[in-house]
């Protein structure tokens, strides 16, 4: 019962991980968007989107992943590279926990 709660928290626990992750990608887009007008039309206008074929957004990850925006010397990036780059790193976390307790479980019978 105790390992069903915590894979139940573990889960819910990442889904919130993961819609915050998706919420700071988009304000990183947006600052871009209102604050860096030409780059933002350089990388194509990236918005945040699910379909991986759009070159766009995966460039636009590229530019945040490679930490090009350093350059710009904005406060506000910086702040929700860092964010993203935490939610990263908690999802993964996440994601091993629960591979973990369910590995356990099925092992406990």
């Known amino acids: 019962m105790i390992f069903n709660i915590t894979l139940f928290l573990l889960v819910v626990l990442f889904v919130i991980g993961t819609l915050r992750y998706l919420f700071h990608v988009k304000s990183f ?5 209102s604050h860096h007008k030409e780059l ?13 074929g759009d070159t766009r ?21 910086e702040a929700e590279y ?14 091993i926990s629960f ?8 092992l406990q019978g």
Request: cysteine-free; charged content about 25%; glycine content about 4%.
């Open 29 to 33: 887009l947006n600052r871009i968007e």
């Open 40 to 52: 933002w039309l350089s990388m194509g206008m990236p918005k945040l989107n699910f379909q991986f």
């Open 57 to 77: 957004y995966r460039n636009a990850m590229n530019f945040i992943r490679k930490k090009s925006f350093r350059e710009l010397q904005d406060d506000v990036l």
């Open 82 to 95: 860092k964010k993203i780059v935490f939610l990263e790193k908690l999802g993964i976390a996440f994601f």
């Open 99 to 106: 591979f973990s307790v369910s590995i356990f479980q099925a």
